[in-house]
């Protein structure tokens, strides 16, 4: 049984096949729409550039070729873990001998601000679509990578956009004040107004007032703050809950017959030593495996550094790791052009590393995290010594 039908639910239905396994698999999704992915909402999707056809994770016949029961518009409301039991929003009730959660996360609002368009779902892009087509001002109330991709996509549809930030820099929590910067005058760059350390006071169809009186007007105002793990399910069933699901490394959640994975899940990372939640993606696209293999009964470990993407403008970035109490950030290649690459370095080893508009190098900069040894600052800035080579210790190839 897999609750959630989104990229991770259904991932999980993919390896369990995979895996062999012939049993009954129920995947139950609240959404209408079979389970499809997230990041082309706020890129092609929203620009026009691609359809929904290209956003779904299986072909539509996928689920009765491989026979598995998908249920769209079934809103699961309770785990009745005694009866091993989920309940469905009619009241109807469906047994499982394993269960998945993949719930997800919603976006979080602004309270206050009900007529605002937040960035979630297909019919959330086709709302922004309407917007970017008529109007002429947008107001994006975070700069995360949301709200950062929402500026660009309204800014290539010729639109004004006003993005406001509570922070002294966008995307500061997830790169650090070196890093935040590029994005910063990636935006400006582009004509967008970038406010930063604002308060946002009320927020309405009409535009935004901020707490210093400033009114900004805007034809429609998205509201891309973060977002909060849909976490109610397990909490009700006693789960442990705190900020997602807590899972182990093999993602098996404090029930031994329930795993969680995906946005949803906070899970036991080895590497780092400490649970983390990712948001992410390749995350909900490789956890699944390792929640499948646990719910046939063998113990996998999911280790996989954190892996995201985005795309802005002409800027493509991967970043790949953690960047968890870093002391130093180095480039790598030629910032100001934006053609690079960003080494965050905690104790003299590489924690995280984000290329910018250079391509295939992900494998050596997971290799050097992965390595733990300390690196040559001059060898790792160096763009003419290959990544395979800037560890200071030799002795030991990396991992
Ligand atoms: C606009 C946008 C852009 C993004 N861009 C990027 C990007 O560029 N790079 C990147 O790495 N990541 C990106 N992401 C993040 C990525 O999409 C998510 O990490 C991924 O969707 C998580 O998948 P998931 O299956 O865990 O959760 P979700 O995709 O949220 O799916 C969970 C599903 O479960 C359903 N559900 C919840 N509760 C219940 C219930 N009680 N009963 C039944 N169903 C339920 C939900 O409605 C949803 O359909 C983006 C996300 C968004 C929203």
Redesign the pocket.
Same mark, same amino acid.
């Given at each position: 049984m897999i609750?959630? @039908?989104?990229? !991770?639910?259904a991932k999980a239905a993919e390896v369990l096949r995979e895996k062999g396994f012939d049993g009954r698999i129920v995947l139950?999704?609240?959404?209408q729409h079979r389970?499809y992915?997230?990041?082309p909402?706020?890129?092609d999707l929203l620009t026009g550039k691609a359809d929904r056809e290209s956003a779904f994770v299986h072909p539509e016949n996928w689920y009765t070729d491989h026979d598995v029961d998908l249920r769209l518009g079934?809103?699961?409301?309770a785990i009745d873990r005694g009866a091993r039991e989920v309940v469905l929003g009619d009241g109807s009730r469906v047994g499982y001998t394993k269960l998945l959660l @993949?719930?997800? !996360?919603e976006?979080r609002s602004l309270p206050g601000a009900d007529a605002t368009l937040r960035?979630?779902?297909f019919g959330d892009t086709e709302a922004l679509r309407q917007v970017l087509a008529t109007g002429s001002r947008l107001a994006v109330v975070g700069a995360g990578?949301?709200g950062l991709?929402v500026a660009a996509a309204a800014r290539q549809a010729g639109l004004e956009v006003t993005v406001l930030e509570a922070l002294e820099l966008p995307l500061l929590p997830a790169l650090g004040r070196e890093a935040a910067r590029v994005f910063a005058d990636l935006h400006v760059e582009h004509g967008v107004d970038l406010r930063l350390g604002v308060q946002v006071a009320e927020a309405g169809p009409g535009g935004v007032r901020l707490a210093d009186g400033t009114r900004i007007e805007a034809d429609a105002v998205l509201v891309g703050i973060g977002?909060i793990p849909?976490t109610?399910?397990a909490e009700a069933a006693g789960l442990d809950v705190d900020n997602g699901i807590q899972v182990d490394e093999h993602l098996r959640t404090s029930d031994p017959d329930i795993f969680a994975?995906?946005?949803?899940a906070n899970a036991y990372h080895p590497l780092l030593g400490r649970h983390l939640r990712?948001?992410?993606?390749?995350?909900?696209l490789k956890q699944p495996a390792v929640a499948a293999a646990g719910m046939l009964g063998v113990d996998a470990v999911y280790d996989e550094l954190p892996?995201?993407?985005?795309?802005q403008y002409d800027l493509g970035m991967e970043f790949l790791g953690h960047p968890d109490g870093y002391d130093r950030v180095v480039f790598r290649g030629d910032v100001a052009a934006r053609e690079f690459i960003a080494f965050w370095l905690k104790g003299g080893k590489v924690v995280a590393g984000m290329n910018v508009n250079v391509w295939d190098v992900t494998g050596p900069i997971k290799a050097l995290i992965r390595s733990g040894s300390a690196v040559d600052i001059d060898r790792l800035t160096d763009p003419s010594v290959p990544l395979a080579d800037v560890n200071t210790d030799r002795s030991g190839a990396p991992a």
């Open positions: 609750i959630g @039908a989104g990229l !991770a639910g139950l999704g609240d959404e389970p992915e997230r990041p909402l706020s890129k079934a809103a699961v409301t @993949a719930t997800g !996360a976006p960035l979630r779902r990578w949301v991709e977002a849909n109610a399910l994975a995906g946005d949803v990712v948001e992410h993606w390749a995350n909900a892996y995201f993407y985005t795309d």
